[in-house]
């Protein structure tokens, strides 16, 4: 990942989590992050040569390692770089059996580290996509993702709109995309959780962005289907600027008659 702790945004979170259930799955000794000196907090983001090349965060092994170039000028949305030797010595200093790529804007670094693992892991690819420009510029991190989508064992995607997309756009084989929704998850004393929320009505809070690939269609329609069932009132609440979804959304709620639930 492009990015990790201490800077935290929703790719990050879900490398946390995911290297939170690795860890406790019983099945895998060690997790190890590639990620970069890079804030992403910043646009374009800075540098902090302060953070150490290595370390390890809750268990996990992270390594910092700087690409040439850090900055990809022509490419708004593609963080980070395309090239690095130090990526090598990493590989050979964690010896990794799975490899589990994320984003496709890293589409350069993912294939380098394909290209250094292809005959001693097997890879994993968690595509959060996002509709690229139609400009020729932006035709390498397709045809690259094509290759890299062909290659890699599983294609991990998070709902059926982003399946349906990556299928299309990067000629991935459904037999091998599956869906793993997003979500969160915590440990708290249900004791204390009752007594500080003893209200009668439960609400449910989803944050994010209005947008076909966050899912809030597919959230609201599974709402829909069961809530009457519910045996306490529940209510769905939706938080985020307009994706270019939120009418599709308003549309659904209003024909479904669940102005009051939603």
């Known amino acids: 990942s492009p990015g990790y702790k201490p800077y935290m945004g929703g790719t990050e979170r879900i490398v946390e989590q995911l290297s939170k259930k690795y860890l406790g799955s019983g099945e895998v000794n060690q997790v190890g992050v590639l990620t970069t000196f890079m804030d992403f907090n910043y646009m374009p983001p800075k540098k902090n040569a302060s953070l150490p090349a290595e370390e390890v965060m809750d268990g996990v092994k992270v390594y910092r390692v700087t690409f040439k170039p850090q900055r ?110 997003l979500g969160s998850h915590f440990k708290t004393n249900r004791k204390v959780l009752k007594e500080r929320h003893s209200r009668d009505v439960i609400h449910l809070l989803s944050v994010g962005r209005l947008s076909h690939d966050k899912g809030q269609l597919e959230l609201v329609q599974v709402f829909h289907k069961v809530y009457r069932k519910l045996t306490k009132e529940t209510r769905l609440i939706l938080v985020g600027g307009d994706g270019g979804h939120q009418k599709e959304i308003e549309q659904y709620i209003e024909r479904n008659g669940l102005e009051k639930s939603i």
Request: proline share 5%.
């Open 72 to 181: 990809l000028r022509f490419f708004y949305t593609l963080p980070a770089g395309l090239f690095s030797w130090e990526v090598k010595r990493v590989i050979e200093d964690f010896q990794p059996h799975i490899i589990h790529f994320l984003l496709c804007e890293w589409f350069a670094t993912n294939a380098w580290v394909y290209f250094l693992t292809r005959k001693r892991s097997r890879h994993v690819y968690t595509i959060s996509f996002h509709e690229p420009p139609g400009r020729l510029r932006y035709l390498p991190m397709k045809y690259v993702n094509v290759f890299l989508g062909r290659k890699v064992n599983k294609v991990q995607v998070h709902s059926s709109y982003i399946k349906r997309r990556v299928m299309e756009y990067y000629h991935i084989p459904e037999e091998k995309t599956e869906i793993i929704s």
